[in-house]
């Protein structure tokens, strides 16, 4: 990679990124503030937005929550194209074949006061790591990357003659019949914050199924030994909440999919036998 010596060198960067990308162009910013035809470096600001509204097939860009009205007002963006990260602080900037890593934002200061620095990829590998980054921390919290998430689990259990549904962010259910099934669900628990619960309801012909054999499966897949839960009549293990890009099933399932579908699996089994 290659650090970029000047203001003037990372704004030009910034520029190329996003005029010459053509099938791909992500941008990950979370302050957004350039649009202001007041500023004195308005006409600046006229070629951003007429290249952004240029490249309206391709643009998908991760803001914080409060932007996105601002980018859906002036970009001529593709319906869910705009995806609101609340806790995001990267800043990266990402098409075809170059990615610019900066901690600039697309904001009036970032181009003309603040210090900042950029590096630019210069090869096929480290273009590769950084997309590699980019899928897994921050298109997970696309709505696209969310239902392949789901698609590609529900398709893995139909492989397996399981019937599998998702119901809303937090709950996957596999189902062996109407009182029979096992039940994930992705929960915080404000007791201990850096961490992650995932229950695990295992229901059979309406009762919980209580099998103490189930309680070294998590350990088999590289996870805690599952815990009981009396009070919930379940079984948990934990996560590391840092380890999860997003409080959601499906991104604890892109984190862990190995693990947690393998202990689905043999949890269905145990109650279907």
């Not at 190995?258 to 279907?272: A, K, P, R, V």
Request: charge should be neutral.
């Amino acid at each position: 990679m290659r650090l970029l010596q000047s203001k003037q060198e990372l704004n030009n960067c910034l520029f190329d990124v996003i005029e010459k990308s053509q099938n791909i162009l992500k941008i990950v910013s979370p302050f957004v503030d350039f649009w202001d035809n007041r500023l004195s470096q308005g006409k600046k600001w006229d070629r951003l937005i007429k290249a952004l509204n240029s490249k309206k097939t391709i643009l998908e860009i991760y803001t914080k929550g409060e932007n996105v009205g601002k980018f859906e007002e002036k970009i001529n963006a593709r319906k869910n194209s705009i995806v609101a990260i609340n806790n995001l602080h990267a800043k990266m900037y990402i098409n075809d074949d170059t990615a610019l890593l900066s901690s600039m934002n697309l904001v009036f200061s970032s181009f003309n006061r603040s210090i900042d620095f950029g590096i630019i990829t210069e090869t096929k590998e480290e273009y590769n790591a950084v997309l590699d980054f980019f899928n897994k921390n921050i298109f997970i919290h696309n709505e696209r990357s969310v239902e392949e998430i789901k698609k590609s689990v529900v398709e893995y259990f139909l492989g397996k003659n399981i019937e599998a549904e998702f119901y809303q962010r937090h709950c996957l259910v596999l189902q062996k019949g109407e009182n029979t099934f096992v039940r994930c669900l992705l929960e915080d628990n404000n007791n201990y914050p850096d961490k992650l619960y995932v229950y695990l309801d295992t229901t059979k012909n309406g009762l919980a199924y209580t099998d103490k054999s189930i309680l070294y499966i998590g350990e088999k897949y590289g996870l805690e030994k599952l815990q009981r839960s009396k009070l919930r009549k379940t079984y948990y293990f934990r996560l590391e909440k840092d380890t999860i890009p997003d409080v959601s099933l499906s991104s604890a399932i892109h984190v862990y999919k190995d693990q947690i579908l393998g202990i689905l699996t043999e949890l269905f089994d145990h109650i279907g036998s």
